[in-house]
């Protein structure tokens, strides 16, 4: 059975995910908030952000900045 996911989800998340690449963001170290790495309307959909999270695609630090934990 296909499983629909909404366009919205997956072009916010190929533009974090580029965004945090480009940036080299892929630590604890290297972590960037999402208004310093250039994306548009950074804080806009909170749950897509979430979601790469609860997956483990990106990590959040306690100062609210993320990188790539799976590529």
């Known amino acids: 059975m ?3 996911v909404p366009p919205v ?5 190929k533009r ?3 965004s945090l690449m480009k940036v080299n963001a892929y630590s604890p170290d290297t972590a960037k908030r ?3 790495i250039g994306l548009l309307n950074p804080y806009s ?3 897509i ?3 790469l999270v609860r997956r483990n695609v990106i990590s959040v630090t306690d100062e609210g900045k993320y990188y ?3 590529q």
Do not use: G, S
């Not at 989800?9 to 998340?13: A, D, N, S, T, V």
């Open 34 to 36: 999402l208004d310093e």
């Open 49 to 51: 952000t979430l979601r």
């Open 2 to 4: 296909a499983v629909f």
């Open 45 to 47: 959909f909170p749950f």
């Open 9 to 13: 989800f997956l072009i916010r998340k």
């Open 16 to 18: 974090i995910m580029r």
């Open 68 to 70: 790539i934990t799976h």
